[in-house]
């Protein structure tokens, strides 16, 4: 099992920023990668940024250039660095880590970022 736990959420103004951190607990050595999800009121669930465990990145063509996915092994943690805010970033932003064998999913419980214009 792995545990992941959100923070960093919070109110921005337009053209702000904000850093989300997951720290992540568990059998975290059979994880993959990790990434950034976020659920907009009324949306489906949509990928904004991955890092896989080689260190490669990818992200969703709305945040390229202003949002950046980066981890600190030693503490077991995956950081999302959001600059330029814009009012439709606005969504509860998901944890989660993903584990090829079996192919696992998990998630933390999200944190609420909410832009304003």
């Known amino acids: 099992q792995v545990q992941l736990v959100e923070s960093g959420g919070g109110l921005v103004q337009a053209g702000g920023s904000l850093r989300l951190s997951c720290v992540a607990s568990?059998?975290?050595?059979?994880?993959?990668?990790m990434g950034w999800y976020r659920q907009a009121p009324g949306k489906q669930r949509e990928l904004v940024a991955r890092?896989?465990?080689?260190?490669?990145?990818n992200y969703a063509d709305s945040v390229k250039g202003r949002f950046t996915i980066s981890r600190d092994n030693a503490k077991d943690t995956v950081y999302l660095q959001m600059n330029s805010l814009k009012p439709e970033d606005t969504a509860v932003y998901y944890c989660n880590a993903y584990r090829v064998v079996g192919r696992m999913d998990y998630w933390g419980k999200g944190t609420l970022v909410t832009v304003s214009s």
């Open positions: 890092i896989i465990s080689g260190g490669s990145t």
């Open positions: 568990g059998s975290i050595f059979s994880i993959n990668a």
